[in-house]
């Protein structure tokens, strides 16, 4: 337990409004769930993964602990519950976590520059091989050095020229399938001169942005045959694909005076991999209307509780 003193106004007295993650569909499956899930899971799950969950649980739940706080302005006293400030599953530590990153970035890291939003999917072909971090972060770091190699392309040959950018991983899709891709934050230019770093926008056009897509892939997929993922021959005929499945959309700009746009893309970036509000029970099933309808026209998904299952 912990003790907190503040001083608000009276009309904030009722803008702390305590969670209740108990009475929610999410915590409920959860809870009644996952103890059989972790016990018959086909592979071991993962010790973060379990640590997730577990904090989840206790998340916003005051036998797990609380604060104390008083307001001396208004005489009220509060019982704030603690929060587990993971970002696995729970939705209220995602969201806060999701607000605070894009509000950290626009107002104490990123200048007042034009960013362009740059999004690399990949083809399901080689999303297995992604599962593992060290082959994810090896492409990233090829997703990044080619779009840094347009950048200069397409900008002022300038000494020392360097760009500006941030990542995001995200490895779920819509339909809560395994889909990871990339959102990188990039400022729209090059810094770079002889006395100290200047910036200089870019002139970028849709057929730099189709280079762009074409040298990754080829230096993913060469990645990939080195590693003895698949042969030369297979590498070849992915290359020779019209539709490739790799996918570079760069489309998104912000211009330098549109903060509160640059907040609200990095928020989008930054964003949980689902809403617990889209989920419902219905009896045994759990069912997750889908934020938009899939290429199949599907609107929602539904899974069965492993303690309903019968083998």
Known sequence: MATLTTNCPKKSQSVY??????????FEVIKKHYTTWYKKAETPVPQYIAKTFQKYLGCGILAKGFACAHCEGCHKDLIIPFSCKARGVCPSCNSR???????????????????????????????????????????????????????????????????????????????LNYHPHFHLIVADGI??????????????????????????????????????????????KMLSYENSGFSLDAKVKIQAFDKD?????????????????NIRLNGPWVHYRLPKPCHTGKTFIQLLCCAQHKS
């Open 261 to 277: 746009g640059l907040e609200r893309l990095i928020r989008y970036c930054a964003r949980p991999p689902f809403k617990s509000e």
């Open 191 to 236: 810094f770079g001169g002889v006395e100290g770093l200047q910036f200089h926008e870019a002139l970028l056009t849709q057929d730099d942005i189709t280079d762009t897509q074409e040298s990754i892939q080829k230096r993913v997929l060469a990645y990939f045959c080195k590693r003895g993922f698949f042969d030369k021959e297979e590498m070849a």
């Open 97 to 175: 976590a999701m607000v605070e990153t894009a509000a950290h970035l626009v107002d104490e890291v990123l200048p007042r520059l034009p960013f362009r939003q740059f999004v690399i999917s990949f083809p399901m072909r080689i999303r297995c091989y992604l599962e593992n971090h060290a082959t994810l972060q090896t492409v990233l770091k090829i997703v990044v050095d080619e779009i840094r190699k347009t950048l200069l392309a397409c900008s002022p040959d300038l000494p020392n020229s360097q760009i500006g950018a941030i990542s995001f991983i995200q490895h779920f899709g819509n339909t």
């Open 17 to 26: 409004r305590p969670r209740r993650p108990e009475k929610t569909v999410l």
